[in-house]
């Protein structure tokens, strides 16, 4: 077998995402949409990750001798959260992120977990955009090892390793889409690894929604919206915003400081709600995830990994500090990389200006 399908092998979900035909009732998303309007502005997605779109071009390969283009990789999508760390952030969304139905889904898929502990609830805002995104999975976290601790770079190697199973966290998300368009806006993914077949979730989708393992779950949120508004508007940089348009009940504002940019409609927009868990098979396992029985250390992961990159013929030497070792991430990130194969033949990437 070669290098590449057995990565594809190991980024498999523990079940093919579950299509959910209603998330939220109407009433739920009104709610949801009313918390977005009274709290904005938000940021763009990308600026969760990165500090500087120098930071972003780099970690995409990305060089234009010193001209940078935001056409190239940004797209005008934008996110916040709901809830974080297991804790809700407004009041009035508590039932809806302490979701019993939810957690719910979240056993069955897991196969009759006992238990489900939600941690955490975000939102896409994305006004209409193109998507260069080639399919990726979501962050995972391992017993002793997560997003608080430990650098993207290790945690998604791991992952893509197919190595670090038994410490790998149960998780499962509940992932909704608004949008009430049949002008792409679907969802692509590739629940039998990379290297699979791709499926699609086609729009319109107005509330329908996935239950799924997104840590080992090739996606992708497909390009929406009107073709003519995709490219980001003049002035548009790391810094602009989406806001409630105040001089509309249900539009929404792209801003740089105090200078509009565009005004977008409420049927333009393709709305992501999504909320994670955790699972528990039982309390057994609860214990061994909470009373840290079984965690694996940075120390132990860094040997693993190059113990196998040394099994698979790749040649280099351990540096002193791995954790900070430009080169030796790279190579590392290298060693692991994969991408799909093939895309829907109704939603291939678009291709970077």
Not at 28 to 56: A, C, Q, Y
Not at 90 to 107: G, T, V
Request: proline letters at 7%; a negative charge; glycine letters at 8%.
């Amino acid at each position: 077998m070669g290098k590449m399908e057995d990565l594809s092998l190991a980024l498999c979900p523990v079940a093919p995402p579950r299509v959910l035909d209603k998330t939220y009732t109407e009433a739920e998303f009104k709610t949801l949409i009313d918390v977005l309007r009274r709290n904005g502005p938000w940021d763009l997605i990308i600026k969760h990750h990165f500090s500087s779109v120098e930071e972003l071009a780099s970690s995409v390969g990305f060089n234009s001798g010193g001209n940078l283009s935001l056409n190239s990789f940004v797209t005008q999508a934008f996110r916040g959260f709901l809830a974080d760390h297991g804790i809700c952030h407004y009041e009035e969304l508590h039932d809806i992120f302490y979701n019993k139905k939810f957690m719910a889904h979240a056993r069955e898929y897991w196969g009759g977990a006992k238990y489900a502990q939600p941690y955490m609830m975000l939102f896409n805002l994305q006004a209409p955009s193109h998507s260069f995104d080639r399919g990726h999975l979501d962050s995972p976290g391992f017993r002793g090892m997560w997003g608080l601790n430990t650098p993207i770079w290790l945690l998604s190697a791991m992952a893509r390793s197919g190595l670090f199973s038994r410490w790998m966290l149960k998780t499962a998300q509940v992932i909704a889409w608004y949008y009430d368009s049949d002008v792409d806006g679907g969802f692509s993914y590739w629940p039998d690894g990379p290297l699979g077949a791709p499926r699609r979730l086609a729009a319109p989708m107005w509330g329908r929604g996935v239950v799924v393992q997104n840590e080992l779950n090739y996606h992708r949120g497909e390009a929406s919206g009107p073709k003519a508004l995709r490219d980001l508007p003049a002035g548009f940089t790391f810094d602009s915003t989406i806001a409630a348009d105040p001089e509309s009940s249900d539009g929404w504002v792209l801003r740089t400081g105090d200078q509009v940019l565009r005004k977008v409609a409420h049927k333009d927009m393709r709305y992501l709600f999504h909320w994670s868990c955790e699972v528990f098979d039982d309390m057994s396992d609860m214990k061994r995830r909470m009373d840290h029985l079984d965690d694996i250390s940075p120390e132990q992961a860094i040997g693993m990994l190059v113990d196998d990159m040394r099994r698979r013929g790749v040649v280099f030497e351990t540096p002193s500090d791995p954790m900070k070792d430009l080169a030796f991430i790279d190579l590392v990130g290298r060693t692991y990389f994969i991408s799909p194969a093939r895309y829907p033949a109704e939603a291939p990437p678009d291709i970077p200006a």
